[in-house]
């Protein structure tokens, strides 16, 4: 599967971005589907998934209360709601696909990757 990450930009400490993840090739819906971001020195760190069965979800504790991931699959697309940015916040940010049976956050059980796109949230 073939992903595409949009819906980066500038944003102020304290406002919202909505990242989109867009697939071709097959459809997302038998996929766990994970967002993760990089920051500079950093490494990668998984923020998000949402599974492929039931919808279930798993958060980072850095972003619980702020970020949702939600997926439509009659679009092909997962989303990333991401409101209260934090300059913390700031990071390239990466969707990735995984067939795993397992909801997860590790990078290594994804093994489709889009391109990242940034986020900075800075004043």
């Known amino acids: 599967v073939q992903l595409q990450a949009s819906g980066g930009g500038l944003v102020q400490p304290g406002g919202s971005l909505r990242l989109s993840c867009a697939a071709s090739?097959?459809?997302?819906?038998?996929?766990?589907i994970g967002w993760f971001r990089q920051a500079p020195g950093k490494e990668r760190e998984g923020v998000s998934c949402?599974?492929?069965?039931?919808?279930?979800?798993d958060y980072v504790d850095s972003v619980k209360g702020r970020f949702t991931i939600s997926r439509d699959n009659a679009k092909n697309t997962v989303y990333l709601q991401m409101n209260s940015l934090k300059p913390e916040d700031t990071a390239v940010y990466y969707c990735?696909?995984?067939?795993?049976?397992?909801?997860?956050?590790?990078?290594?059980?994804?093994?489709?990757w889009g391109q990242g796109t940034l986020v900075t949230v800075s004043s």
């Open positions: 990735a696909a995984s067939e795993d049976g397992i909801i997860s956050r590790s990078p290594v059980r994804y093994t489709s």
């Open positions: 090739g097959v459809g997302l819906a038998g996929y766990n």
């Open positions: 949402i599974s492929s069965d039931d919808d279930s979800t």
